[in-house]
């Protein structure tokens, strides 16, 4: 089965600062690569994704990018700020199957 | 943050007690998922749910079941054999068909079992 490792398991950047999590996958049929964002007592929230027929996508400060030949993803996070300081998890899955299987989480602190 | 609830959102139990978390939502999604968060380990996959009256095992499955007789429900019942119970549970849905795609995660249940 898919098996996603993660890393650093913590980050602390200054504000303004860059921040890259990135993630490794196992399982070459996964094509779906999701970035969930869960702030402290509450629930993991979708902040970005990609499929494996694109290399990379972003959305204002955040982007992902993907080399599928190397099975590595990651996320970047451009001029931090305090609101960013959460746990973030990476994600894959194939589209033979409905289930994903998470990276073990970032602890991101964005220090004013 | 609504269409996918859990309820309660603390629970706390005896040791060797039966206790069964629910998840209900009103997204008319396909498939529902349960996961357990402990620190450090981030979300691991204990059953998943793709249609109704069907269910998979995920990577812990051993010590919990699970039921699906609604698509809107799917409740997640940890037994006495779960030797660690105590732990963050969440709930999710998605579309679910040709998928995979976004999940949408619940609030979460914390079990603490003593």
């Known amino acids: 089965g898919e098996n996603v490792e993660q890393h650093p398991s913590t980050l602390s950047v200054q504000e303004g600062d860059s921040a890259v999590i990135k993630c490794t996958y196992s399982?070459?049929?996964?094509?779906?690569f999701p970035w969930y964002k869960q702030e402290l007592g509450k629930r993991p929230q979708l902040i970005i994704d990609?499929?494996?027929?694109?290399g990379e996508k972003k959305d204002q400060r955040i982007a992902v990018t993907l080399n599928k030949t190397a099975k590595h993803f990651s996320l970047h996070i451009t001029e931090t700020q305090p609101e960013d300081s959460a746990v973030y998890f990476c994600?894959?899955?194939?589209?033979?199957?409905?289930?994903?299987?998470f990276g073990a989480g970032t602890r991101l602190t964005v220090k004013p | 943050d609504g269409g996918i609830t859990q309820s309660p959102k603390y629970l706390f139990r005896k040791e060797g007690q039966n206790v069964t978390l629910s998840c209900e939502q009103n997204?008319?999604?396909?498939?529902m998922y349960w996961y357990r968060q402990d620190p450090g380990q981030g979300l691991r996959l204990i059953y998943y749910?793709?249609?109704?009256?069907?269910?998979q095992k995920g990577d812990i499955a051993e010590g919990y079941s699970v039921s699906r007789e609604k698509k809107e429900s799917f409740p997640l019942t940890v037994t006495s054999a779960q030797k660690n119970p105590t732990a963050f549970y969440l709930c999710?849905?998605?579309?679910?068909?040709?998928?995979?795609?976004?999940?949408?995660f619940g609030p979460g249940t914390r079990l603490t079992v003593t």
């Open positions: 999710a849905s998605s579309i679910g068909t040709g998928g995979p795609y976004e999940q949408y």
């Open positions: 399982d070459s049929a996964s094509n779906y």
């Open positions: 990609i499929r494996s027929n694109v």
């Open positions: 994600a894959a899955g194939a589209s033979n199957n409905n289930d994903m299987r």
């Open positions: 997204l008319n999604h396909d498939a």
């Open positions: 749910s793709q249609i109704v009256n069907d269910f």
